[in-house]
């Protein structure tokens, strides 16, 4: 897996929570402008989120640090203020790391499951 560094702290949100936290913007009672930080506001380093797959999956993975250089810009620590979302569109991350890591390597998992047996069924 290639990364920048196993240090760098990212705040990692689980994709049916974003989708969530858009659609409230769209289509809530009160029209949301603005702009809403989405995330957990929790910081996870690139280390744990290895570690954590490896957990749930019992493989090791074999990573790359280096592999990308970091950009100028970005920040090595990141976390979400997810308040101004919580007041307005009554929006929180319903997903933390190890939910949403259980839920997609479920789904990844069901994916491969289900290309197999594509592959080998008998017309």
């Known amino acids: 897996m290639p990364l920048t560094s196993r240090k760098d702290k990212r705040d990692f949100v689980y994709v049916e929570d974003a989708v969530r936290a858009h659609l409230l913007a769209a289509t809530g009672p009160i029209m949301a402008s603005g ?32 592999a990308y250089e970091s950009r100028q810009w970005a920040s090595p620590c990141w976390a979400a203020d997810v308040r101004l979302a919580g007041e307005i569109l009554g929006w929180k991350p319903a997903h933390d790391l190890e939910a949403g890591l259980r839920k997609t390597i479920a789904w990844a998992e069901a994916r491969r499951q289900a290309k197999l047996a594509t592959k080998w069924s008998i017309p």
């Open 35 to 66: 702009i809403f930080n989405i995330g957990t506001s929790v910081e996870t380093t690139l280390e744990e989120v290895v570690q954590a797959i490896e957990r749930r999956t019992s493989k090791k993975i074999r990573v790359e640090e280096g």
